[in-house]
């Protein structure tokens, strides 16, 4: 089975022997305190890093989950409350959990929050926007940004952003349970004024433990050591971002010319909003319905659609870990798919 769904999504076939390799070298039972593991955690930041360019002076901590990085960002980050200018089901989730820790305040708010990639409809924040809001916000506000469904497909502008994290069960082609969380000495400074230590996962407790490679928490042990071996295998963020882009604007041809016949279309019209990872393809309900199916015949999986469009759309996964026979086998699909 091929699947293009967009999270949890393909994994790499290299994890299997990664996973077999953490249990066989007994990896996944040191404690997590020795020196053998937290050799595999400094490297796995080296590596991060290294191979998506995250600049030096940035902090780079490993989580359980995105939906935990918005919960640190409320907790540890946050002074009042935050500002979400939404695009889609996953920034009106993240405002309503920091607003429940948080509540909303008009005028208090110090932490622009910010998906890049709106998973659930295929739309994206570009660089030249997210650079206007740096500009825009007052100088002492920080800006968080959510890049999980684009973080190790695309290339981001680090100094952008304050804080910035990926679950690994998107671009990253690993299995769930991992996040990684990347932030500012601007950041930090934030998080040292508000002083807060009221949680396991309180950014100052996360980041001093991290000084050491270590974590307050037993971590994800397995999870870290596939994300390691990962990296050591993927090529530059730059030659994968070429990659992504090159085949996002070749599934745009596609359905806007060569299958422009068919009953479904691109979701999102205007190429600025559109997704180089995620890509929403509209129709009518029963379409969606039989194309869907069809594909699962073909041995395919496509996304579904989410919140709103979870009946009008399929998602394709525009992710690194897909390959380009992959991609042809579904190119061979949809040209001789006849609704
Ligand atoms: C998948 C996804 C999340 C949730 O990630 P978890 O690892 O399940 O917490 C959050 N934001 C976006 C944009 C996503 O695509």
Known sequence: MTTFYPGPSKVYPEVASYAAEAVQSGVVSLNHRSAGFTDIVRETVRLLHE???????????????????????AQSLTTKTTLHPTTGAFGEKWRDYAHR?????????????????ETSNGTQVSREQLTKWRQ????????????????????????????????????????????????????????????????????????????????????????????MRMLQQVPPIAEVDARTRQRATEWFAFFEEEVAHLPFHLLINDPIFRSDTVIAVEGAEATIKTVKAAALEAGITLGNGYGKWKDTTFRIANFPAITDTEIKQLKAFFRIFTG
């Open 51 to 73: 191979k998506l360019a995250i600049p030096a002076e940035y902090h780079i901590a490993l989580v359980s989950s995105a939906t935990e990085c918005w919960e640190i960002v």
């Open 101 to 117: 820790i948080r509540p909303f305040d008009a005028g208090k708010a110090d932490i622009l929050c910010v998906v890049q990639n």
């Open 136 to 227: 825009e916000v007052p100088a002492d506000w920080l800006i968080a940004v959510d890049a999980v469904s684009s973080m190790a497909g695309i290339a981001l502008d680090w100094p952008q952003a304050d804080v910035w994290f990926a679950s690994v069960q998107k671009c990253f082609g690993l299995p769930a349970g991992l996040a990684v969380m990347v932030y500012s000495p601007r950041a930090l400074e934030r998080a040292t004024a508000i002083g807060e230590r009221a949680h396991y996962n309180s950014l100052l407790f996360m980041h001093e433990n991290f000084l050491n490679y270590q974590t307050p928490y037993t971590p994800n042990g397995l999870g870290i050591y596939c994300l």
